[in-house]
C-alpha cells in the first residue's frame, strides 16, 4: 500500500506534471469536495513563473468544468430534493437565484457557497451553457485576482 502511495504523490508532483494536476486539482476543488485549487496554482506560478497564464487558464478551464458537474448533481437530485419541505430563507433564496438566472453563478468564486450555487444552478435547470460561461468568468477573475495578489502585491508573505 505504500508503494502505491508512493506512486500516486510522485505522479502528481509539482512542476513534473504541473498543468494537468492543476488541472486535475481545479476540477476536483469546483465540485463539493473540500478541496483548494489555489494552493496548488500559487505554487506552480511560484515554481514556474513563466506559466503564469497557462495555469491561470488551465485552473479556470479545470474549476468551470467541475462546476459544470456540480451543477449536473444538483439537476440530477431535483427529484431528491422536491421530496422534503423548504424553510422561507431557502425559498426566498431560491427566488432569488431563479430571478437573477444563469448570472449568479458569477459567484461561484465565492469560498463556501460558491460550488453549492453551481449544484443549485442545475437543481433549479438553469440553461448549463449561460451557467457555464458566468461560471468561468467569476473563476477567473478569482484566479488572477488571487495570483496577483499573492505574487505582487504581497511578494514576502510565501516564500520558497
Not at 439537476?75 to 437565484?97: E, F, I, N, R, T
Not at 433549479?124 to 505582487?152: D, E, N, S
Amino acid at each position: 500500500m505504500d508503494i502505491w502511495i508512493e506512486h500516486l504523490l510522485a505522479l502528481l508532483a509539482l512542476p513534473k506534471f504541473g498543468l494537468s494536476t492543476l488541472f486535475v486539482v481545479s476540477f476536483v476543488s469546483a465540485t463539493l469536495l473540500p478541496v483548494g485549487s489555489e494552493p496548488a496554482l500559487f505554487g506552480l506560478i511560484k515554481l514556474n513563473p513563466e506559466l503564469f497564464w497557462p495555469a491561470i487558464v488551465v485552473a479556470t478551464i479545470g474549476n468551470t468544468l467541475g462546476g459544470g458537474v456540480s451543477w449536473a448533481m444538483g439537476l440530477a437530485s431535483h427529484k431528491v430534493l422536491d421530496k422534503y419541505g423548504h424553510s422561507q430563507p431557502h425559498l426566498k433564496a431560491l427566488v432569488w437565484l431563479q430571478r437573477i438566472g444563469p448570472k449568479a453563478c458569477l459567484m461561484s468564486w465565492l469560498p463556501i457557497v460558491g460550488d453549492p450555487l453551481c449544484a443549485v444552478a442545475g437543481w433549479l435547470k438553469l440553461p448549463l451553457g449561460p451557467c457555464l460561461v458566468y461560471m468561468a468568468i467569476g473563476k477567473f477573475a478569482r484566479y488572477i485576482t488571487m495570483t496577483t495578489a499573492l505574487l505582487w502585491v504581497f511578494p514576502g508573505i510565501y516564500k520558497f
